[in-house]
Each structure stands twice: as structure tokens, then as C-alpha cells.
């Protein structure tokens, strides 16, 4: 699978390579794109013709997910609240009605194409809490399988500042990191990342591609750009720093013109932030070095096998449940000898695991009550030791 390249050999590759490469797809959009500056209104045309790309990838068989801005800016148009700074609690209400003026808008554009459009608001403790966490990922992977684009936003009608991310650069590097994701394209006012702030300095140069983020370049980022923006290239080189971490690739592109994605795909300027290991690896390596087993799950011989092989752990293979711990809780798994095989991270919490130890999948229902997921522990969240 994509998601297990080498990227630390693509130092020849293209844009174009990158992003025919990637399994999963963040996009993120600014306000600054979707916004008129002049009528604060909705620009419908780029809208279409972005919607046009992502409809090209779908088609190519990549996941697409959106992170997009621009609720808020909406929302104020239609309250009438343009023309001066927005008071907390007139911010929440424009974004409450932005929102569903802004969902509308994405469904329309890509109902044309005959993709469903899913709605997500995230907080920041949504994708830090373990529980939020997976269950977020879940409903995503699951929204992915069904062909959908989800289209995520910060849920600014709730969010308090101790709760909020305060820009969607960040947000989306937290969603990529949170679906594994593959590749990271933040569509911004700008093609990328320069040795200086190239509105004030003309001597600034265009950086192609960045494998570390050194103290040197975390000193080229500038100021925020007046208007709708909440970001600029401080939260942008945050936003690498949680993408680099998570074995993602991230790019910075101009987004501006009609078909952003389609011009990126033609090798257009743009700055990629390359990590040296890719995302299935950065997580394994969290699962095996970071996290400390907190239970214990007892398989047998045929689903250590299994393991070995590949796959992941199904309740019909475990005979033994120890500890307590939590689903997403990180636990051992050994052989009946006590020969610890694997370390991940379980689907279920204890009491529940002990339940449907060693009945089989389609037993799990009729077993809790309830359907959870078919596996113990997903090879995607399994590392053999």
C-alpha cells in the first residue's frame, strides 16, 4: 500500500508522482479562497472547479477529505456583521449559520459529479482525547468506504479557547495525522514556502522542498496576511511539524486560480515538506517505542500465525484477557507461554474483549448487544515484536 512507501528515496520525485501516489488526500482551503474580498460572498466558480478536482481524484481511486474554512466569513455576510471585528459570542453565531450555508454549497457543487458530501466539526480536544479520537477516525474511515468526502471544520459554535485550534492548518495536519493520511495539500494565497516574507521583501526565494524543520526555517515564516485568514505560514510550518511526525507528506500550494489541484498535479510551484518514513511506519513506531502496555491479550498458536502473516487479531483467536484497560488502550499480546508476540492497541475495552474471546466475528452482536468492529486489534494499529 501507498501509505508504506520509502519517502526517504523520493528526492527525484514529481509533484505530480506524489500526489498519483498517495492512497488518502488531505485538502485544506482557506477562507481567503472561498470568500470574495470585494462582496464577501461565496466565489461559486472556484468552488466548482476545485469540487471538479476532487472529483478527478475520487475517480482515480484516492480518498479525499476536505478541511475547509469559511464559515464564519459566510455566516457574518449573511447576518450582516461585515465592516468591523466580531465579538465571541457574534463569531459563534455567524459560524453557526455559516455552516450549514457552507455545507449546502459543497454538497451542490459536488452533487454534480454524484459524490455524497459529509459534514464534520472537530474540536481540538476531538483529536487528543483517545475515545474522540478513534471514534472520529472510525466514522471517517467508514465515510471513505462509502465513497463520501468528508468535509471538516473546527466546531466554532461550541469551541472555547482552551478547546480550539484557532486555525485549520493545524486542524487538518491533526486529521491527516489522525487517518493516516498520505499527503497533506494546504491551498493558500500563497505558492509556498520563501527565505522571507516575499510581500515586503523582494529578495526572498522559493523553497522547493524541506525535509527538517530547522531553527533556520521556522525563521522565515511571516505575519498572518490581513483579511479572512487566521493563519500564515507560522501555523503552516506547525501544521508540517504534526505532519512530518506522522510519516505525511505536506505541501503548500497556490490555490487562488480555478483547479488548484489540477495546476499542483502539473508540477506548478509549490514547496512539499517530505518526512523520512511514511505514515503506517511513523505509526507503528509510535505503537512499539511510546506506548506502554497497560493489559494483556492471550492468543493461540493458529492467531499467532496469523499475526506473522499479516493480518489482524480476531476475538476467535484470543483465549485470555488480563488488565484493565480502555478501547484504544494500548495492550501486550502473548502466546499461551508468555512469549509476548505483538504490542497494538485494542478495539474494545476489557470487559468486553474477555466476552468475545474466542467466539467469532459474527457472534460479536449477539455476544455485547451491540455491533462493534470485527477485530481485536486492527493490523494498522498492530506491531509484531
Same mark, same amino acid.
Given at each position: *500500500?501507498?501509505?508504506?512507501?520509502?519517502?526517504?528515496?523520493?528526492?527525484?520525485?514529481?509533484?505530480?508522482?506524489?500526489?498519483?501516489?498517495?492512497?488518502?488526500?488531505?485538502?485544506?482551503?482557506?477562507?481567503?479562497?472561498?470568500?470574495?474580498?470585494?462582496?464577501?460572498? &461565496?466565489?461559486?466558480?472556484?468552488?466548482?472547479?476545485?469540487?471538479?478536482?476532487?472529483?478527478? &481524484?475520487?475517480?482515480?481511486?484516492?480518498?479525499?477529505?476536505?478541511?475547509?474554512?469559511?464559515?464564519?466569513?459566510?455566516?457574518?455576510?449573511?447576518?450582516?456583521?461585515?465592516?468591523?471585528?466580531?465579538?465571541?459570542?457574534?463569531?459563534?453565531?455567524?459560524?453557526?449559520?455559516?455552516?450549514?450555508?457552507?455545507?449546502?454549497?459543497?454538497?451542490?457543487? &459536488?452533487?454534480?459529479?454524484?459524490?455524497?458530501?459529509?459534514?464534520?466539526?472537530?474540536?481540538?480536544?476531538?483529536?487528543?482525547?483517545?475515545?474522540?479520537?478513534?471514534?472520529?477516525?472510525?466514522?471517517?474511515?467508514?465515510?471513505?468506504? &462509502?465513497?463520501?468526502?468528508?468535509?471538516?471544520?473546527?466546531?466554532?459554535?461550541?469551541?472555547?479557547?482552551?478547546?480550539?485550534?484557532?486555525?485549520?492548518?493545524?486542524?487538518?495536519?491533526?486529521?491527516?495525522? *489522525?487517518?493516516?493520511?498520505?499527503?497533506?495539500?494546504?491551498?493558500?494565497?500563497?505558492?509556498?514556502?520563501?527565505?522571507?516574507?516575499?510581500?515586503?521583501?523582494?529578495?526572498?526565494?522559493?523553497?522547493?522542498?524541506?525535509?527538517?524543520?530547522?531553527?533556520?526555517?521556522?525563521?522565515?515564516?511571516?505575519?498572518?496576511?490581513?483579511?479572512?485568514?487566521?493563519?500564515? *505560514?507560522?501555523?503552516?510550518?506547525?501544521?508540517?511539524?504534526?505532519?512530518?511526525?506522522?510519516?505525511?507528506?505536506?505541501?503548500?500550494?497556490?490555490?487562488?486560480?480555478?483547479?488548484?489541484?489540477?495546476?499542483?498535479?502539473?508540477?506548478?510551484?509549490?514547496?512539499?515538506?517530505?518526512?523520512?518514513?511514511?505514515?503506517?511506519?511513523?505509526?507503528?513506531?509510535?505503537?512499539?517505542?511510546?506506548?506502554?502496555?497497560?493489559?494483556?491479550?492471550?492468543?493461540?498458536?493458529?492467531?499467532?500465525?496469523?499475526?506473522?502473516?499479516?493480518?489482524?487479531?480476531?476475538?476467535?483467536?484470543?483465549?485470555?484477557?488480563?488488565?484493565?484497560?480502555?478501547?484504544?488502550?494500548?495492550?501486550?499480546?502473548?502466546?499461551?507461554?508468555?512469549?509476548?508476540?505483538?504490542?497494538?492497541?485494542?478495539?474494545?475495552?476489557?470487559?468486553?474483549?474477555?466476552?468475545?474471546?474466542?467466539?467469532?466475528?459474527?457472534?460479536?452482536?449477539?455476544?455485547?448487544?451491540?455491533?462493534?468492529?470485527?477485530? *481485536?486489534?486492527?493490523?494498522?494499529?498492530?506491531?509484531?515484536?
Amino acid at each position: *500500500m501507498s501509505g508504506e512507501r520509502d519517502q526517504s528515496a523520493d528526492t527525484g520525485s514529481s509533484t505530480a508522482e506524489r500526489l498519483v501516489e498517495s492512497r488518502r488526500i488531505v485538502v485544506k482551503i482557506g477562507s481567503a479562497l472561498l470568500i470574495d474580498p470585494e462582496t464577501h460572498a &461565496l466565489r461559486r466558480g472556484w468552488l466548482d472547479a476545485l469540487a471538479d478536482d476532487l472529483a478527478a &481524484l475520487r475517480r482515480q481511486g484516492q480518498d479525499v477529505v476536505v478541511v475547509s474554512s469559511g464559515a464564519i466569513a459566510v455566516g457574518r455576510e449573511h447576518l450582516g456583521l461585515v465592516g468591523r471585528p466580531l465579538r465571541l459570542e457574534e463569531k459563534q453565531a455567524a459560524a453557526a449559520t455559516g455552516q450549514i450555508r457552507l455545507a449546502h454549497a459543497y454538497q451542490e457543487t &459536488l452533487a454534480r459529479h454524484d459524490i455524497t458530501v459529509a459534514q464534520i466539526l472537530l474540536t481540538l480536544s476531538d483529536t487528543e482525547a483517545r475515545r474522540a479520537h478513534l471514534n472520529a477516525r472510525a466514522t471517517i474511515d467508514q465515510l471513505l468506504t &462509502l465513497g463520501v468526502i468528508p468535509v471538516i471544520n473546527e466546531n466554532d459554535t461550541i469551541a472555547t479557547n482552551e478547546i480550539r485550534f484557532g486555525d485549520n492548518d493545524r486542524l487538518a495536519a491533526r486529521v491527516a495525522q *489522525m487517518i493516516m493520511a498520505d499527503t497533506l495539500v494546504l491551498l493558500s494565497d500563497i505558492d509556498g514556502l520563501y527565505t522571507a516574507d516575499p510581500r515586503t521583501d523582494t529578495g526572498a526565494k522559493h523553497i522547493p522542498v524541506v525535509r527538517d524543520l530547522t531553527p533556520e526555517i521556522d525563521a522565515m515564516a511571516g505575519r498572518a496576511p490581513p483579511g479572512y485568514s487566521s493563519g500564515g *505560514m507560522i501555523t503552516k510550518l506547525a501544521a508540517a511539524r504534526i505532519c512530518l511526525s506522522s510519516g505525511c507528506r505536506m505541501v503548500i500550494a497556490q490555490g487562488q486560480a480555478p483547479h488548484p489541484l489540477r495546476r499542483l498535479a502539473e508540477n506548478e510551484r509549490c514547496t512539499w515538506f517530505l518526512p523520512s518514513e511514511g505514515p503506517r511506519t511513523a505509526r507503528k513506531t509510535w505503537i512499539a517505542g511510546s506506548l506502554a502496555p497497560i493489559g494483556r491479550v492471550i492468543i493461540d498458536d493458529g492467531a499467532a500465525e496469523a499475526l506473522n502473516s499479516g493480518k489482524s487479531l480476531l476475538p476467535a483467536g484470543v483465549v485470555g484477557v488480563e488488565g484493565e484497560f480502555r478501547r484504544g488502550d494500548p495492550v501486550a499480546v502473548t502466546t499461551q507461554d508468555g512469549r509476548q508476540i505483538a504490542r497494538g492497541l485494542s478495539a474494545y475495552d476489557n470487559a468486553d474483549a474477555a466476552l468475545i474471546a474466542g467466539h467469532h466475528s459474527r457472534d460479536i452482536e449477539s455476544v455485547l448487544g451491540y455491533r462493534g468492529r470485527d477485530v *481485536m486489534i486492527h493490523r494498522d494499529d498492530l506491531v509484531l515484536m
